[in-house]
């Protein structure tokens, strides 16, 4: 890869926040200085996220639910706009993009969402779902459209002959083909997996990840890998970014991570990974719940539950540093020991 080749999507102090409404009105202001109003309820789903994944690079994003990971894939995937910050493809921001560069951009980044019946519309046959995108951006024409789908879904390893069916008349593993078929038939160069394998059985997921696995290799794919299990994100992924209630706290490559975990959010999830060498051992569990997104923690998001926190962690931001060679983390111990 060139060192000058762009990400393929990048984000730049990003934020987003649900519910946020725009200054009230004369009349608004007047309601809520009587107690007659009440400001409405914002939800800090990204708080600041710089993210950016190259050409054929796996990277996983992990974390608890709720920790904002969801979002911040349907961002990069063009699904949701940001609050705030920059959404880069390519090299070129996304709100600068003419018309026809912002479609071509929509089609480079595609999303394999978590739920693969909720994702299929019920009331259409698997030709139309996995062709229609297809033949609209001129991929392939109307007498090319049903080998065009058949080729799709064989490479997705389903059968051809099933597509005039309907995604009930399927398995879950065999709807998430489909779902990866509607997604490569559009050609893109990146896909957003959303938890994609989470609601399949243990003998269905590791189909799926060869499956993904092998499509990289075959049309030098790229993924953003959303996850909440650590054991697939160390299989999959050249490079994980851990995040915590809207914030990102750690990034490096897997193997750098896994062996050599700085913040004290990611040891935790470290810990917990069931392991065979150690099936007597006593799980700890991370102590308290992860804070509300209405109503985050001052400072340091982790502080409430961080057995490391001091008084700076409760008060100040900390900023994401180097550590080591490609290894970021945002911890004031970090900074502290750096200094």
Not at 166 to 188: C, E, M, T
């Amino acid at each position: 890869m060139s060192g000058t080749t762009p990400p393929i999507i990048e984000l730049r102090a990003v934020d987003k926040r649900f519910g946020q409404l725009p200054p009230p009105g004369p009349l608004g202001r007047l309601a809520r200085s009587l107690g007659w109003s009440r400001p409405a309820a914002v939800t800090h789903a990204v708080d600041g996220v710089s993210l950016s994944v190259a050409p054929g690079e796996v990277v996983g994003l992990v974390g608890e639910s709720g920790c904002g990971k969801s979002t911040l894939g349907r961002i990069a995937a063009g699904l949701l706009a940001p609050s705030s910050g920059t959404v880069l493809v390519d090299g070129k921001s996304r709100e600068r993009l003419t018309r026809d560069e912002e479609r071509a951009a929509r089609l480079r980044v595609q999303m394999v969402f978590q739920d693969p019946f909720g994702s299929l519309n019920p009331r259409l046959r698997v030709s139309r779902i996995v062709g229609e995108a297809a033949l609209f951006h001129g991929l392939t024409d109307a007498p090319g459209q049903d080998d065009y789908v058949c080729a799709q879904l064989e490479r997705a390893g389903l059968d051809p002959a099933l597509r005039h069916r309907y995604p009930h008349q399927f398995s879950g593993g065999q709807r998430q083909r489909i779902g990866i078929a509607r997604a490569l038939a559009v050609n893109p160069a990146l896909l957003v997996c959303d938890e994609a394998v989470a609601a399949l059985d243990v003998s269905i997921q590791a189909q799926i990840l060869n499956l993904f696995m092998d499509l990289r290799d075959r049309l030098a794919l790229t993924y953003l890998f959303i996850s909440h299990d650590l054991g697939v994100i160390e299989h999959v992924c050249d490079r994980v970014v851990v995040m915590y209630l809207g914030r990102v706290v750690e990034s490096a490559p897997v193997d750098e991570l896994f062996a050599r975990p700085h913040h004290p959010y990611t040891q935790a999830l470290l810990r917990e990974i069931p392991r065979i060498d150690a099936r007597r051992a006593r799980f700890t569990p991370l102590a308290g719940e992860i804070a509300s997104p209405l109503d985050p923690p001052s400072g340091c998001h982790f502080h409430p539950r961080c057995p490391l926190a001091f008084e700076r962690c409760r008060t100040e931001v900390p900023q994401l540093r180097g550590i080591a060679i490609h290894h970021q983390s945002a911890c004031h111990l970090d900074a502290g020991a750096a200094a």
